[in-house]
T-cell receptor, first 115, second 113 residues
Framework: GENVEQHPSTLSVQEGDSAVIKCTYS??????FPWYKQELGKRPQLIID?????GEKKDQRIAVTLNKTAKHFSLHITETQPEDSAVYFC??????????????FGQGTTLQVKP | DADVTQTPRNRITKTGKRIMLECSQT?????MYWYRQDPGLGLRLIYY???????NKGEISDGYSVSRQAQAKFSLSLESAIPNQTALYFC????????????FGSGTRLTVV
């Protein structure tokens, strides 16, 4: 069945360093890849997403890259700050007319940014 | 503000009891989902619904049932709660063709003792 694997499960970096979280997906029909950030005690919030017709997308300090051939996608956070500390989830979906659009999530990565 | 509201926020219940978690939304989205979150396992899909007459099982539906009472309301029931159903439960919504991911509710923390 559909599956998304996410690594690492925990990541600790110094403030100002970069952080990279990687995901792989199994369903080659997946065409939409969002990333969610969940702060402690709060709901997941969408931070960036990418569609399969794009290889890279950037929004200020965060960027996402997609390799459709290898079925890999990654989240890159540059110049990390303590407020980036949270759990991050990747997800994959097949959106479009007639498709379910349900998101399959990775297991999550706990990012700790040390001041 | 348009939002997704879950009730209750926290609940402790005993093994064997029936419990209902409720979700309502003011976003006008047609699709609604129930997920559970467990440490190290991420968010796993329990049930999803595209409209009042369309209910679908997710990857972990055993032990759960749902009801889509209206476009804006989607309830999750545990007919006979068991301790391994202790988890954080999230409702989420999305709009057909929106392609912008989900809007999550604030979550329900359920403890079965």
């Amino acid at each position: 069945g559909e599956n998304v694997e996410q690594h690492p499960s925990t990541l600790s970096v110094q403030e100002g360093d970069s952080a990279v979280i990687k995901c792989t997906y199994s369903d080659s029909a997946s065409n939409y890849f969002p990333w969610y950030k969940q702060e402690l005690g709060k709901r997941p919030q969408l931070i960036i997403d990418i569609r399969s017709n794009v290889g890279e997308k950037k929004d200020q300090r965060i960027a996402v890259t997609l390799n459709k051939t290898a079925k890999h996608f990654s989240l890159h956070i540059t110049e990390t700050q303590p407020e980036d500390s949270a759990v991050y989830f990747c997800a994959a979906s097949n959106i479009g007319s007639g498709n379910t659009g349900k998101l399959i999530f990775g297991q999550g990565t706990t990012l700790q940014v040390k001041p | 503000d348009a939002d997704v509201t879950q009730t209750p926020r926290n609940r402790i219940t005993k093994t064997g009891k029936r419990i209902m978690l409720e979700c309502s939304q003011t976003k006008g989205h047609d699709r609604m989902y129930w997920y559970r979150q467990d440490p190290g396992l991420g968010l796993r899909l329990i049930y999803y619904s595209f409209d009042v007459k369309d209910i679908n099982k997710g990857e972990i539906s055993d032990g759960y049932s749902v009801s889509r009472q209206a476009q804006a309301k989607f309830s999750l029931s545990l007919e006979s709660a068991i301790p391994n159903q202790t988890a954080l439960y999230f409702c989420a919504t999305s709009a057909l063709g929106q392609g912008r991911g989900y809007t999550f509710g604030s979550g329900t923390r359920l403890t079965v003792v």
